[in-house]
């Protein structure tokens, strides 16, 4: 019996861990939803064909930079025992406030608008930092793994192809729709961590 609750005790864990990097990772991809939709503004300046190969570019530099994160993250915990929980907490809340702002900004309201090839680079760096953030957070937060790499960059992937998909059709309302619920994802993640963090 005692072998059995332990068990389940694992499993519970797990599924927790999962959940929580798929719903932070979730919040980031929305970034990249958007990026994928505004991929079909460069068609000018890019050869037809590209933008679908500057967005699989673009995963490639995000799994690397969830990889940077990762390690980031340990050199924070050794540095700040005790009190690299709470400094990631934060970066998450910083993070989350910032995309929040970008969210509401005229320009992300108004995806009809031409970004062009430097919108596009500018959206994607900084699309880049949240994700090394993500990895950093994870590592201090103890969650970080193989499985949640994949899961994060699961994530990140679909969003491309979901932006990609509804950009080239112009279906803007399901994609101002699909971020703000993973943005509320991720600020309702967040929200737990936090109590989670508070209660030890």
């Given at each position: ?21 798929l719903?932070l990772s979730?919040?980031?991809?929305s ?6 939709a ?9 050869k ?13 530099i995000q ?5 940077y994160g990762g ?17 990631a907490?934060?970066?998450?809340i ?26 596009f ?5 900084a699309t880049s ?20 790499y ?6 990140l992937?679909?969003m491309?192809l ?10 803007f ?12 994802m991720?600020?309702a993640?967040?929200?737990i ?5 508070h209660?030890?």
């Amino acid at each position: 019996m005692g072998n059995y609750r332990n068990a389940i005790g694992i499993i519970t864990v797990i599924l927790n861990i999962h959940i929580s990097v798929l719903l932070l990772s979730a919040g980031i991809a929305s970034d990249n939803l958007i990026l994928a939709a505004m991929s079909r503004n460069t068609a000018r300046v890019v050869k037809q064909g590209k933008p679908l190969l500057m967005l699989f570019m673009l995963l490639n530099i995000q799994m690397m930079a969830f990889i940077y994160g990762g390690w980031a993250g340990t050199v924070l915990k050794n540095y700040m025992p005790g009190y690299q929980h709470w400094f990631a907490l934060f970066m998450l809340i910083t993070m989350a406030v910032r995309m929040c702002r970008e969210w509401s900004s005229d320009k992300m309201q108004n995806m009809e608008i031409a970004f062009g090839l430097d919108g596009f680079l500018g959206i994607a760096c900084a699309t880049s930092i949240y994700v090394f953030v993500l990895g950093l957070s994870l590592k201090s937060l103890q969650i970080y793994s193989p499985t949640a790499y994949l899961s994060a960059m699961s994530a990140l992937g679909t969003m491309l192809l979901l932006g990609w998909y509804l950009g080239q059709f112009q279906k803007f309302r399901s994609l101002r729709v699909i971020q703000i619920i993973a943005l509320l994802m991720m600020v309702a993640d967040i929200s737990i961590l936090i109590y989670q963090t508070h209660k030890r």
